[in-house]
């Protein structure tokens, strides 16, 4: 018999609804294996599971009145435990950020997203493991340890969404809740082998999470397919009052039903082919873009100039806007304090001692290029380039459907590869970082692996509020092969 936590989220969604399974078998089932792999891999921060438990049985009193009244559905989500990444808050539930000093914090509201995802009857298993205030591509950077990587546990997950690809990876989750500032979602879906979804900027509210790059930021979602994915795009997307950057536009209502290409344009950039990428991944991308030219679509080299600009572009713009959102952490309003002899002493003990190196390292960048003397040579210069990198994608959507390139240069680096090297590992999200300069969405999904059977990951970007074309596309892809079927043996 399959275990209960093996199945996929529509898998798990049709025994519900059947009534082969209930919420609550799920749940448990999850919880269980949470039990017995949690000290191996380290996805959660916090669990929740009395609250998941009481979410399961009111999800299963909807489903029995459903099937008596004959009524219409309830969401897809409804009933499927799910883990949230701990930069979501969630309220009465511990949200630290991965960092010590928001230990101890409970949030007195919950993030949009994540309200609508309650609301749609999702189960919420816990907060997952990320690196401190989602700086960083590792999870290395979590002031509560590392979260290792399902397929080889000496390896990294990926970050910051490390433990929500790693939760979903490790089958103790159906879906989870990331956020991609510059890749976040991405890359640790590549590394992990699932599927991860980048929205639009503006596509789903930001209210709740707690911001890094506030002009960056976007709430994603990671699970094994397209398929599994698209009913949390659904019921997380869409405007919010709540928060000002987000779209009033309408969300479109996509079905998977169709795996035909024909007439699909696809760019694939030159500039993401650079020298020093390993051999296997590049090999693997342009095989997969060869099954979706099988499929019927038409894929030629596209340029986008300003690719090898985005890295210096990003690290001057996202610590500038971390430098400042991370200001409020003065030791007054919340989370712990040292206390000093006056308050200027008691900002400087908490701060130095409950920030991490990497959040100090950026908030003294930011500060930096924000700096008088500085803000035009820098940060005025990096937004004029950024500009020119929105215009790369602009253009290149004119003449092509979809861009599709790798996630990351390698596979899954070993745990301390390059904690030594920040350099070496900013140019981890070398691939991804232009989609949040642009705003535009993107999805990472498995197409194979190297020769040490770690997972290699392809990414498609779309024009902004274009997740539609990526979701068909990806799903035509696994409909047409198997790799997101592949499970790590733990």
Known sequence: ??????????????????????????????????????????????????????????????LSEWRKESVDPPPLTWGI???????????????????????????????????????SGAVVLGKTNTDEFAMGSSTENSAYGPTL??????????????????????????????????GSVRQ??????????????GRVSRYGLIAYGSSLDTVGALAHSAADLLP?????????????????????????????????????????????????VETAVQEAVRVLESLGAVAREISLPHTDLALPVYYIIAPAEASANLA??????????????DLRGQYFATRGALFGQEVKRRIMLGTYALSAGYYDAYYGQAQKVRTLIKDDFESAFKEVDLIACPVAPTTAFRIGEHSEDPLSMYLEDVFTLPANLAGVPGIAFPIG???????IGMQLNAPHLGEAILFKTTYAYQEATSWHKERPSL
């Open 188 to 201: 640790p879906a590549s590394f992990c082998g699932v599927t991860g979804i980048k929205t639009s900027y």
């Open 232 to 280: 949390i795009f659904h019921v997380i997307s869409g405007h919010d009052p709540l928060d000002s950057t987000s779209m009033p536009e309408p969300v479109p209502n996509i079905a998977l039903d169709d795996t035909d290409l024909t007439g699909l344009r696809i760019g694939v950039p030159k500039e993401y082919f650079i020298e020093g990428m390993q051999g296997e």
């Open 81 to 119: 435990p799910m883990a949230i990444k701990d930069v979501l808050c969630i309220e009465g539930v511990p949200t630290t950020c991965g960092s010590r000093i928001l230990e101890g914090f409970r949030p007195p509201y919950t993030a949009t997203s994540v309200e609508r995802l309650i609301s």
């Open 1 to 62: 018999m399959t275990d209960l936590a093996d199945l996929t989220l529509l898998e798990a969604a049709t025994a519900l609804r059947s009534g082969d399974v209930s919420s609550r078998e799920l749940t448990q089932a999850c919880l269980e294996r949470i039990e017995a792999l949690e000290p191996k891999i380290h996805a959660f921060l916090s669990l929740t599971p009395d609250l998941a438990l009481k979410q399961a049985e009111d999800a299963d009193r909807r």
């Open 449 to 455: 692996f190297d020769t040490d059977r770690l997972p």
């Open 149 to 182: 990587n399902p397929w080889d546990l000496t390896r990294v997950p990926g970050g910051s969404s490390g433990g929500s690809a790693a939760s979903v990876a490790a089958n103790v989750c159906y879906a989870a809740l990331g956020t991609d500032t510059g």
């Open 328 to 341: 409020r952490y003065d030791a007054v309003r919340y989370g712990p304090r040292i206390e000093a002899e």
